[in-house]
């Protein structure tokens, strides 16, 4: 039976509340009922490895506060940013701060970083990460993605690492975005993406939505959203060698044939 939208962000928030609590190591954050990774073979896996794998830096790794990287995640946003000083930057599901104090270490006290996440747990051990840190330019937010805490025109660039696929109403998602962004301002998206049709089977599993799987859109997907919503420059790079990473997130099935990492660029006019 299709899972109605409140159920599935239902889901997905006692999913990464669990992460937040267990501090899971695993790329996806899919835990199982219990509180045991569902999606990573080795789960005593340290989070700066995983985070490597994924495209971060040894020096962005070794510049957060302790307990800001949860091994989550399915590739390096900032990368594909160009966060200038001064800017402020959105991070949109910022778990415990990870993408943000790294925004933030590239802002300057005069730019600012501001997080969201529907996960009360996250914000807290955000907040509570930004306290140790020392950091005076970060905010974290409470709320949805599709219901953004932001006011309109007031973000330079939009982030977001595998996130928007957890979101059971993308277009929404799309839309708040290009509300939030200044005239000119970007959106640089790590996500995943569909290759193929997912299989009915996966498309009802809770477990494979809260870990990235189940929600992937296709690119032609993705590129009608941000057009709809306004958005240009669209740009979609799907990252093949992703697939060695993912095929870790659901051991013994073949989920790598079907999903892969992309860099989702576009620009608001």
């Known amino acids: 039976?299709?899972?109605?939208?409140?159920?599935?962000?239902?889901?997905?928030?006692?999913?990464?509340?669990?992460?937040?609590?267990?501090?899971?190591?695993?790329?996806?954050?899919?835990?199982?009922?219990?509180?045991?990774?569902?999606?990573?073979?080795?789960?005593?896996?340290?989070?700066?490895?995983?985070?490597?794998?994924?495209?971060?830096?040894?020096?962005?790794?070794?510049?957060?506060?302790?307990?800001?990287?949860?091994?989550?995640g399915c590739g390096n946003p900032q990368a594909i940013a160009a966060i200038k000083k001064g800017e402020t930057v959105l991070d949109l599901g910022s778990g415990a701060g990870f993408d943000v104090f790294l925004a933030a270490?590239?802002?300057?006290?005069?730019?600012?970083?501001?997080?969201?996440?529907?996960?009360?747990?996250?914000?807290?051990?955000?907040?509570?990460?930004?306290?140790?840190?020392?950091?005076?330019?970060?905010?974290f937010r409470l709320g949805e993605i599709e219901y953004l805490p932001v006011a309109d025109k007031s973000v330079d660039v939009a982030i977001s690492n595998c996130v928007i696929n957890l979101s059971p109403e993308k277009q929404k998602v799309f839309n708040e975005v290009i509300r939030v962004l200044k005239?000119?301002?970007?959106?640089?998206?790590?996500?995943?993406?569909?290759?193929?049709?997912?299989?009915?089977?996966?498309?009802?599993?809770?477990?494979?939505?809260?870990?990235?799987?189940s929600g992937a859109s296709t690119t032609d997907?993705?590129?009608?959203?941000?057009?709809q919503s306004g958005f240009t420059d669209i740009k979609i790079s799907p990252k093949d060698e992703s697939r060695e990473f993912i095929r870790e997130w659901a051991p013994g099935t073949s989920i790598h044939d079907y999903i892969v990492s992309a860099a989702i660029e576009a620009r608001k006019p």
């Open 221 to 227: 997907e993705l590129e009608t959203m941000l057009t």
């Open 1 to 72: 039976m299709k899972k109605n939208h409140d159920e599935i962000r239902e889901a997905v928030r006692e999913n990464y509340s669990r992460v937040a609590e267990k501090n899971a190591a695993n790329s996806c954050g899919c835990l199982t009922e219990d509180g045991k990774t569902c999606c990573a073979p080795e789960p005593a896996e340290s989070f700066y490895h995983i985070s490597a794998q994924l495209g971060y830096s040894e020096s962005e790794l070794q510049n957060i506060p302790e307990g800001a990287n949860l091994g989550l």
């Open 105 to 139: 270490n590239q802002l300057g006290n005069t730019g600012l970083a501001i997080g969201v996440d529907m996960t009360p747990k996250m914000i807290s051990t955000a907040r509570e990460n930004a306290r140790k840190g020392g950091y005076t330019n970060v905010e």
């Open 183 to 213: 005239p000119g301002g970007r959106i640089a998206v790590s996500d995943v993406i569909a290759t193929t049709v997912l299989p009915e089977k996966v498309l009802e599993d809770m477990a494979l939505y809260s870990s990235c799987i």
